[in-house]
């Protein structure tokens, strides 16, 4: 079974561009995540969508961030502009539902360096 | 706020010795879910051992096991007959939120093996 995929791996950007990352889910799983993981803390939760409906994007910051998931498959996470605090790993992560635990299931992440 | 604490930064064992790392959490759920994942260094994300709050059973996997403390909110890891392959970050998570599947994370500890 294929793991969750992300890429690029690594990004390098300066303060004020834009950049999208993209994220492939298991295949089946319902649910996909987008967890930010700043150097030295554990991942926070950006945003949840189950299928393609968000669950949770309380801790999205929406004046810069947005994410979609077309056709309840793939998605993307888009930073625009980027500001130096952005720099962080970003992590998907998949289930296969919502709710009873599911073991979410993590991607390699993107690393993200704003200059 | 729901939070999760882990107040080792970093720890350290021989091979086939014990380990045990702490984590302590706060939630006003009655239910609820309680993880234990695992990053290796430049790997993804994987659960080590989950454990439901109503089960009174400590939870185990092979050479991990928990010790759940409801009351207290208590949650350690236990790792026995440590290996090489066991040096990662380790973070606590908790689910408080059946409505959805929220994860917070703690800090994490850094678990370095010695031969």
């Known amino acids: 079974e294929a793991g969750v995929a992300q890429s690029p791996r690594y990004k390098i950007i300066e303060k004020r561009q834009s950049v999208a990352f993209w994220c492939n889910p298991i295949s089946g799983h319902a649910t996909l995540y987008w967890y930010q993981q700043i150097l030295g803390q554990g991942p926070k939760l950006l945003i949840q969508?189950?299928?393609?409906?968000?669950?949770?994007d309380s801790q999205l910051p929406k004046d810069r961030f947005s994410a979609e998931r077309l056709k309840g498959v793939d998605s993307t996470l888009k930073i625009q502009p980027a500001k130096l605090e952005d720099s962080a790993v970003y992590l998907c992560?998949?289930?296969?539902?919502?709710?009873?635990?599911?073991?979410?299931?993590f991607g390699p992440g993107t690393r993200l360096t704003v200059t | 706020a729901q939070t999760v604490t882990q107040s080792q930064p970093e720890m350290s064992v021989q091979e086939a010795e014990t380990v045990t790392l702490s984590c302590t959490y706060d939630t006003s759920e009655s239910d609820y879910y309680l993880f234990w994942y695992k990053q290796p260094p430049s790997r993804q994300m994987i659960l080590v051992i989950r454990q439901e709050a109503y089960k009174q059973q400590n939870a185990t996997e092979n050479r991990f096991s928990v010790n759940f403390q409801k009351a207290a909110k208590s949650f350690s890891l236990k790792i026995s007959d440590s290996q090489l392959g066991d040096a990662a970050m380790y973070f606590c998570?908790?689910?408080?939120?059946?409505?959805?599947?929220?994860?917070?994370f703690g800090t994490g500890t850094r678990l370095q093996v010695f031969p």
């Open positions: 992560a998949s289930s296969l539902a919502t709710g009873a635990g599911y073991e979410q299931y």
């Open positions: 998570a908790s689910h408080p939120d059946y409505n959805t599947d929220k994860l917070i």
């Open positions: 969508f189950q299928n393609n409906g968000v669950v949770d």
